[in-house]
């Protein structure tokens, strides 16, 4: 808790008067946050309904999501990083991580039948889609973000949906 309070600049008995520990701190300022904001990038994804059938409407669903997810992770990147790596995180991974990743892979499997490959793993798609916000999160932190989470997401919908593969000659 020193540290915590010494690179916040507050006394250390003020963040005892608000939390009891380290964990409940940590719960509250990263935790409670981070789900709050994915759940809102993530009901994108539930309404996959909405798209089947309509690659329009599929893709401004995925940019959207895409974007909320960049601007969210690229924000909280640094907490997160602080919340997997502490003794907590095993159980942050398990409980709320994890099934965020499983909502995207939910979403990627109700549309692969629309896929030009639906051999391509569901779980696959969903972790393109983490490690790209957890890389543009990090590069963010650095200072070597190049592109707005509007731009990326916008590159990514354009890998996702139209593919790199070179043109046939």
């Avoid at 907490?79 to 003794?87: E, Q, R």
């Avoid at 990743?101 to 051999?119: H, K, M």
Wanted: proline share 4%; aromatic share 8%; glycine share 6%.
């Amino acid at each position: 808790m020193r540290t915590i309070a010494d690179a916040a600049g507050v006394n250390i008995a003020l963040l005892y008067r608000h939390f009891d520990s380290k964990d409940e701190l940590i719960s509250a300022a990263i935790s409670e946050p981070l789900v709050a904001e994915l759940g809102g990038a993530l009901a994108v994804a539930e309404r996959v309904p909405e798209y089947l059938g309509n690659r329009a409407v599929q893709r401004a669903l995925t940019l959207e999501m895409m974007e909320r997810l960049l601007q969210t992770i690229g924000e909280l990147t640094p907490l997160l990083g602080v919340l997997l790596f502490s003794d907590r995180g095993e159980a942050f991974f398990t409980q709320t991580f994890e099934p965020a990743v499983q909502t995207l892979t939910d979403a990627a499997e109700y549309s692969r039948p629309q896929w030009n490959d639906p051999s391509v793993e569901s779980s696959v798609v969903a972790d393109m889609i983490m490690g790209t916000c957890l890389m543009y999160g990090i590069r963010s932190k650095h200072g070597a973000a190049a592109l707005t989470p509007a731009d990326s997401a916008r590159h990514f919908c354009n890998v996702l949906f139209n593919g790199v593969a070179s043109s046939a000659t």
